[in-house]
């Protein structure tokens, strides 16, 4: 189909922009979609059974799609997962040589995100502990009810954002407490600590403001007696002005500054935090988890919140617009109705809805 110059103008223009102002475009096309510049504006595909399986390689897909298979039946092509779209009238499906529907086309039923989860469905607070090597806990329920979690045990830097209101701080808390590891908080409002106290977690070796005077020297010392530790820093981008202690220009804030520094320093070396010795004989490396706005976070391109960028690894909650895909480099798909706690888990390019849990079965404050 060849799409006249003003209306592929017009088209483009809508992809772009529309987002932003709440319009979305959904649109099918043939194999023709493959050489238009069109195709490039639409970062969720769904692709069906194709009369050339080859096609779907150019797609993004890294296997063929058989060109035999159940009306509705697609991948979506940002995880590689199967799907049954839904039909709008009943459909006579495929029978064998007896006459009975053949094993591939039985139907199968996705769930969606939950509403709400309740914490105790996937942690057990008696066990809670920071002295063992056990897997992370899940944090939250994904799609098709699987529990979906985070494991920060060879990350050095993760990140959660999201608009005000998405409940970035319970976020925080909550995948510091899932990691079993000894846990220091910074933070310039009492919203983390109240949140950590809500889980029920063992008490964090130390909590503290990021702009109080000492706090580069006790982080040290910290690290220096326990390398694998998990720094928690809420509201990174907001200035000393608002209780954050980052980036402002004077006072307590240059005490935040150092800190900030020291942060920066950690991520920035190739090696392990802590250098092997007697605290620490495997070289273990410490992880910086912060929150910040997905706005700021999205604009950011120097300083602490830039480097926890480039890691590529966190939680993006309330995903709506172009900034979501601009704060890791990789498309984040919206996940229904905004509600707090709900988002997308990113690693590097791997992207899974998830639902987080809450210690009473609440969405997130």
């Known amino acids: 189909m060849r799409v006249q110059s003003e209306l592929s103008d017009l088209l483009t223009n809508l992809l772009a922009s529309g987002p932003a102002t709440g319009v979305h ?7 023709g979609f493959l050489s238009s510049g069109i195709g490039s504006h639409f970062r969720e595909r769904l692709v069906l059974a194709l009369a050339d399986p080859t096609d779907a390689l150019l797609l993004g897909l890294d296997r063929p799609r058989s060109t ?16 049954q779209v839904a039909l709008t009238a009943p459909i006579e499906p495929p029978t064998g040589p007896t006459g009975s529907p053949t094993s591939s086309t039985a139907a199968f039923r996705l769930a969606g995100l939950p509403d709400r989860v309740a ?26 009810d699987t ?4 494991d920060l045990r060879q990350r050095r830097a993760a990140l959660v954002v999201g608009p005000p209101g998405s409940g970035r701080s319970s976020a ?3 995948l510091a407490a899932a990691q079993h590891r000894p846990v220091v908080l ?9 949140c950590w106290r809500a889980l029920a977690a063992p008490a964090p070796r130390w909590a503290g403001r990021p702009s109080e005077p000492g706090v580069v020297a006790r982080l040290d010392q910290l690290v220096a007696e326990d390398p694998d530790l998990v720094v928690v820093v809420d509201d990174l981008d907001q200035p000393s002005g608002s209780g954050g202690g980052w980036g402002a220009a004077t006072g307590a804030a240059e005490v935040g500054a150092d800190a900030e520094a020291l942060l920066l320093g950690w991520l920035a070396t190739n090696n392990a935090i802590s250098p092997k ?11 910086v988890l912060a929150a910040a706005t997905t706005a700021a976070t999205a604009s950011a391109y120097r300083g602490l919140l830039a480097e926890l960028r480039r890691h590529r690894t966190g939680l993006v909650l309330a995903p709506s617009g172009v900034l979501d895909h601009e704060v890791f480099g990789v498309p984040v798909p ?32």
């Open 68 to 83: 035999r298979t159940v009306p509705g039946r697609a991948t979506r092509v940002r995880d590689r997962c199967d799907l």
């Open 334 to 365: 919206t996940v229904g109705s905004a509600r707090p706690g709900r988002g997308v888990v990113v690693e590097s390019s791997r992207v899974t809805p998830v639902q987080l849990a809450h210690p009473d079965g609440r969405s997130p404050d």
């Open 186 to 194: 910074l933070s310039g409002t009492e919203a983390l600590a109240t």
């Open 277 to 287: 010795g007697a605290n620490n004989p495997q070289g273990t490396q410490s992880t």
């Open 119 to 144: 914490l105790g469905r996937l942690w057990s607070v008696d066990e809670a502990s920071t002295d063992d090597n056990r897997p992370p806990w899940p944090v939250g329920i994904g799609e098709d």
């Open 147 to 150: 529990q979906v979690g985070l």
């Open 172 to 174: 925080l808390a909550l």
């Open 25 to 31: 475009v959904a649109a099918t096309f043939d194999r």
